[in-house]
């Protein structure tokens, strides 16, 4: 085989042990960079896998006992401006997206490109939204679990008990709250990117109404060119009054 068509071989995912064996057994230089790349590239793959598979363990042991189980998660306490988002996912066993993680660790095009995917294999996916005037009226963190709560009752299957990070939703169903649960369940982690998308694209609308502060880019957060418009133009009806420095032009 010449290096190209080695190179497109293992380029594949069905190279088989016989192939793998002659390959190594090539005395060109090529062929053996090829081949250790591909190692390398077959390790992380199976190290992803792995850590995905671990992150199932916390479904397990409600699908066990036939029941279904939810993972809750938000996004959207920290910035100045626009709701709290909150989503709620079911999937099962057959869930199969492994890069599905924590979408902090993700990249905003990873993170677009999973989202459909899965709302295409969960079992069912819901959202919650609290709006500014509620933040300002409850505190965050209350809007934040009410949202969640939300986002609970609006899923059109009703989970036996949820999984949330580091929260406790207001509805009566058992709950197992994780610290830093979008790293160690992939049903938190499903619902972390859902309502990091759904947040994304609504403060990119809301950019549109408001295009000096640029929310398409910041998402409401205070960057040193949100400040900026914020002393230039004054909050909008968007912003969460009681957040500093916002609340400074209610004084």
Same mark, same amino acid.
């Given at each position: 085989?010449?290096?190209?068509?080695?190179? @497109?071989?293992?380029?594949?995912?069905? +190279? !088989?042990?016989?192939?793998?064996?002659?390959?190594? =057994?090539?005395? &060109? %230089?090529?062929?053996?960079?090829?081949?250790? !790349?591909?190692?390398?590239?077959? %390790?992380?793959?199976? $190290?992803?896998?792995?850590?995905?598979?671990?992150?199932?363990?916390?479904? &397990?042991?409600?699908?066990?006992?036939?029941? /279904?189980? *939810?993972? +809750?998660?938000?996004?959207?306490?920290?910035?100045? *401006?626009?709701?709290? +988002? /909150?989503?709620?996912?079911?999937?099962? @066993? #057959?869930?199969?997206?492994?890069?599905?993680?924590?979408?902090?660790?993700?990249?905003? $095009?990873?993170? &677009?490109?999973?989202?459909?995917?899965?709302?295409?294999? *969960?079992?069912?996916?819901?959202?919650?939204?609290?709006?500014?005037?509620?933040?300002?009226?409850?505190?965050?963190? @209350?809007?934040?679990?009410? %949202?969640?709560?939300?986002?609970?009752?609006?899923?059109?299957? &009703?989970?036996?008990?949820?999984?949330?990070? =580091?929260?406790?939703?207001? +509805?009566?169903?058992?709950?197992?709250?994780?610290?830093?649960?979008?790293?160690?369940?992939? !049903?938190?982690?499903? *619902? !972390?990117?859902? =309502?990091?998308?759904?947040?994304?694209?609504?403060?990119?609308?809301? %950019?549109?109404?408001?295009?000096?502060?640029?929310?398409?880019?910041?998402?409401?957060?205070? /960057?040193? @060119?949100?400040?900026?418009?914020?002393?230039?133009?004054?909050?909008?009806?968007?912003?969460?009054? /009681?957040?500093?420095?916002?609340? #400074?032009?209610?004084?």
């Amino acid at each position: 085989m010449t290096i190209n068509e080695i190179k @497109e071989l293992l380029a594949t995912t069905t +190279v !088989s042990a016989a192939e793998l064996t002659n390959l190594a =057994a090539d005395p &060109r %230089a090529g062929v053996q960079k090829l081949l250790a !790349s591909y190692q390398k590239r077959q %390790a992380k793959m199976a $190290q992803k896998k792995a850590a995905f598979e671990r992150r199932f363990d916390y479904e &397990r042991s409600f699908w066990a006992k036939g029941q /279904t189980v *939810a993972g +809750v998660d938000e996004v959207g306490r920290g910035p100045l *401006a626009g709701p709290v +988002v /909150t989503a709620a996912v079911i999937i099962d @066993e #057959d869930f199969d997206l492994i890069e599905v993680n924590d979408s902090k660790k993700l990249s905003m $095009q990873k993170r &677009r490109q999973l989202y459909p995917q899965i709302i295409e294999q *969960a079992v069912s996916v819901a959202i919650g939204v609290k709006g500014p005037e509620v933040i300002d009226q409850i505190n965050i963190y @209350e809007a934040d679990r009410v %949202a969640m709560a939300q986002a609970v009752n609006n899923l059109d299957v &009703r989970p036996d008990a949820l999984l949330v990070d =580091a929260m406790d939703v207001p +509805v009566d169903l058992p709950q197992v709250e994780l610290i830093k649960g979008d790293a160690k369940s992939n !049903s938190i982690a499903a *619902a !972390s990117i859902i =309502a990091k998308v759904f947040r994304d694209d609504l403060m990119a609308d809301y %950019a549109r109404l408001y295009p000096e502060y640029h929310f398409e880019l910041n998402a409401g957060y205070g /960057t040193k @060119e949100h400040i900026a418009a914020l002393k230039q133009f004054g909050p909008t009806p968007i912003h969460r009054k /009681t957040f500093a420095p916002v609340s #400074d032009f209610f004084k």
